[in-house]
């Protein structure tokens, strides 16, 4: 298409039409349990924020960018820890303490998501916060976000962005530090319009060496620990409303898939939700060209380059549709550039 278009408009957006918020005290979350402990190990350790994970054909394009060229050296420092600088093109985006690496989760998909399945004003709860995005693009849509995070220097990461991009929002992001097998406790008094996450993939990257972090685990306890999270999350979710999770399938070490979007589709059924819709996200190539070939050739494996986001809902879909309101796309339409001879549209 011709002219300038910017679907995602979240991260220039201003917030509008905000509605009240049944967050109680999302700044109390702030203070976690778990986080002066957590924070105490990683100093302790000397090795914060980094990124294991598998090697060879076993890991996908993500991965692979993860720990390709000199990441192992720079994850043993942190962004807290004089971790190398970022670009120039970093300054000023707030991205400047990320750690180097970590997977940026897409601001696009996740403006479409609070878009098309939440209301203006609503709560948003993520269980596996990781980093800022969720929470970044939530506040500049008007959305209430409570991510919960085990790791306690990306939660500092996230509120040293959060108050630098959000500090004027009607109603900025919150993270709370800990372990989100506790979120019922620690959530006991929210109502989420939302829930919305990107989990750790069983395995494939691993965040942090705490036996707490469900990426540590072997297959089994992960999905154990993994079940337990979502049906707390959704018990803290309102009727009528819906999940989101973005999931990518994991092969085992004989190179068989573990079935995870599956087991991801079964603990959200168990724990009363009915599966809705299923988009497919569809990932950047990288090297899967140069990789596919071998990998076919040795073991008839496809490439993969997709991602799977599923959406759930609690209750009548109906319903949870109208209570997310008409969807608004006026703003993020309005910066279409239409040129001559162009009506601005795909
Ligand atoms: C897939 S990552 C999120 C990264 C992703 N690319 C993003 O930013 O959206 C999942 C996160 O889950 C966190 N995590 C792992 N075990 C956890 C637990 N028991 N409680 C809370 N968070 C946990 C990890 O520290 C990691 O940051």
Redesign the pocket.
Known sequence: MRGEHKIGGALSDKPKGLGAVAVNSAADLNHGTYASRAKAKAKADGNLTWVKGRAGDALDDTSRKILAGGRKAADAQSNLNSAPPKPDWAVGTGTENMAPG????DPVLCELVYRWFSPVGGVVLD?????S??GIVASKLGRQYVG????AE?VEANRVQGSRLCGDDAHPPAWFC????GIDKTCADLNADLVF?????ADL?V??D?P????TLGYKQFVD?YRE?IAKSCARLKDDRFACF?VGEVRDKKGNYYNFVGDTVRAFQDAGLHFYNEAILITALGSLPIRAGRQFASGRKLGKTHQNILVFVKGDGKRAATACGVVDCSDALATVQPTEGDDGLQ
């Open positions: 970590t997977s940026i989760f269980p596996f916060a990781g980093g995005v969720r919960h995070e085990l790791r990306q800990g372990d989100s097998r996450s990107c989990p750790p993939y990257e965040y942090s705490d707490l972090d469900i990426s620990a999270i973005v």
